[in-house]
């Protein structure tokens, strides 16, 4: 079977605040935001990722969002995250070395899996990580 992102990306969040959005997930879902799952949002871009710590079947919960009245007023939209193998990672201060960004990404901790390469981007301050599965970027 193929596997299936934790993540759900709701579009057009500016009409509905964080608080409200952690709300309504709660509603829709019946999981307790930071339990059973978590809320970025991106404001720059109007968007919010939910990503769900409890095993759930987020194409259903895809569904039921956009089925759902509220969802609807608030004209957003909720789509599963593409699962990749690589992340961005920036603001990394000048000092850090490529070594400690492995190992800081491959921490259990911090939600990580095996790292398979990191390609470090000075003047930027950012890094590219590669896993070798999926599993290690939520």
Same mark, same amino acid.
């Given at each position: /079977?193929? @596997? *299936? /992102?934790?993540?759900?990306?709701?579009?057009?969040?500016?009409?509905?605040?964080?608080?409200?959005?952690?709300?309504?997930? @709660?509603?829709?879902?019946?999981?307790?935001?930071?339990?059973?799952? *978590?809320?970025?949002?991106?404001? @720059? #871009?109007? &968007?919010?990722?939910?990503?769900?710590?409890? /095993?759930?079947?987020?194409?259903?919960? &895809?569904? !039921?969002?956009?089925?759902? !009245? =509220?969802? !609807? @007023?608030?004209?957003?939209?909720? =789509?599963?995250?593409?699962?990749?193998?690589?992340?961005?990672?920036?603001?990394?201060?000048? /000092?850090?070395?490529?070594?400690? #960004?492995?190992?800081?990404?491959?921490?259990? =901790?911090?939600?990580?899996?095996? &790292?398979?390469?990191?390609?470090?981007?000075?003047?930027?301050?950012?890094?590219?990580?590669?896993?070798?599965? =999926?599993?290690?970027?939520?």
């Amino acid at each position: /079977s193929a @596997e *299936t /992102s934790p993540s759900v990306v709701f579009e057009n969040i500016q009409g509905c605040s964080p608080k409200c959005l952690c709300m309504l997930l @709660e509603n829709i879902s019946g999981l307790t935001v930071d339990d059973d799952f *978590t809320v970025e949002v991106i404001p @720059e #871009i109007n &968007v919010a990722i939910a990503t769900f710590i409890k /095993s759930i079947d987020t194409e259903a919960f &895809v569904k !039921k969002c956009s089925q759902n !009245k =509220r969802v !609807k @007023e608030f004209k957003m939209t909720a =789509r599963l995250l593409e699962l990749t193998q690589s992340i961005k990672a920036e603001n990394i201060p000048a /000092s850090i070395s490529t070594d400690y #960004i492995t190992v800081y990404f491959e921490s259990a =901790r911090n939600g990580g899996g095996p &790292v398979s390469d990191v390609q470090l981007f000075p003047e930027e301050n950012s890094a590219i990580i590669t896993f070798c599965d =999926r599993k290690g970027n939520a």
